[in-house]
Nanobody
Framework: VQLQASGGGLVQAGGSLRVSCAAS????????MGWFRRAPGKEREFVAA????????AYLDSVKGRFTISRDNAKNTVYLQMNSLKPEDTAIYYC???????????????WGQGTLVTVSS
């Protein structure tokens, strides 16, 4: 599965941004999809995940209520809508695919190249 992330950029604190991840695989709907991020000097961390049907989601506590993950299986695309952004959300955001869910990035099988999100204060 090849993943292509897009939509990152610079936004002011309190603003919104949506990042997208397009998958090449027609069996996209078989996979859990997730978003991870890596801030400067920090480990990669789990942000959000969604099951194959789109009716089950999981979030990092600090983004609950601000971020929403969704998917469109007809378009082989997963989205992360980010609202009320904070400077601490600044990171490279990576999309990932896995046949099983885990919040540990080591268990995810396929990765996109990452897209930079910068939130200015």
């Amino acid at each position: 599965v090849q993943l292509q992330a897009s939509g990152g950029g610079l936004v002011q604190a309190g603003g919104s941004l949506r990042v997208s991840c397009a998958a090449s695989e027609r069996t996209f709907s078989n996979y859990f999809m997730g978003w991870f991020r890596r801030a400067p000097g920090k480990e990669r961390e789990f942000v959000a995940a969604i099951n194959w049907a789109g009716d089950g989601t999981a979030y990092l506590d600090s983004v609950k209520g601000r971020f929403t993950i969704s998917r469109d299986n007809a378009k082989n695309t997963v989205y992360l809508q980010m609202n009320s952004l904070k400077p601490e959300d600044t990171a490279i955001y990576y999309c990932a695919a896995a046949l099983r869910y885990s919040s540990d990035y080591k268990y995810w099988d396929y990765w996109g190249q990452g897209t930079l999100v910068t939130v200015s204060s």
